[in-house]
């Protein structure tokens, strides 16, 4: 059974930095891509970033470019979303999930399998 486990959130002061963890556990061969969300408070979950085991290929969404960075380890079945200069929008609930396919796709709908999320405030 595929499982996805967040962690690293926590509270930071606006301009500070984080770096967020997904580990992947389980039987997750068929897990070609992973892809990180946040869901801000009344807000839909939205997609931030996403990596692809299977050709290394990155994808970012559009608001976070430039201030975010994703990569993997696949020997420690990780992948990790680093965020710097971080502002108060970017307070929310973080996921990351897993798709049965290498193309990284912006739509949660997409992923098969999900983490519980890990929480992050900005704030001062």
């Known amino acids: 059974q595929v499982q996805l486990v967040e962690s690293g959130g926590g509270l930071v002061q606006p301009g500070g930095s984080l770096r967020l963890a997904c580990v992947v556990s389980?039987?997750?061969?068929?897990?070609?891509?992973i892809g990180w969300f946040r869901q801000a408070p009344g807000k839909e979950r939205e997609a931030v970033s996403c990596?692809?085991?299977?050709?290394?290929?990155?994808a970012y969404a559009d608001a976070p470019r430039g201030r975010f960075t994703i990569y993997g380890d696949k020997a420690k079945s990780t992948v990790y979303l680093e965020v710097k200069n971080m502002k108060i929008e970017d307070t929310g609930l973080y996921f990351c999930?897993?798709?049965?396919?290498?193309?990284?796709?912006?739509?949660?709908?997409?992923?098969?399998?999900w983490g519980q999320g890990t929480p992050v405030t900005v704030s001062s």
């Open positions: 389980g039987f997750h061969d068929d897990l070609h891509s």
């Open positions: 999930a897993g798709r049965e396919h290498y193309v990284c796709k912006r739509d949660p709908a997409q992923y098969s399998y």
């Open positions: 990596f692809s085991w299977t050709d290394g290929r990155i």
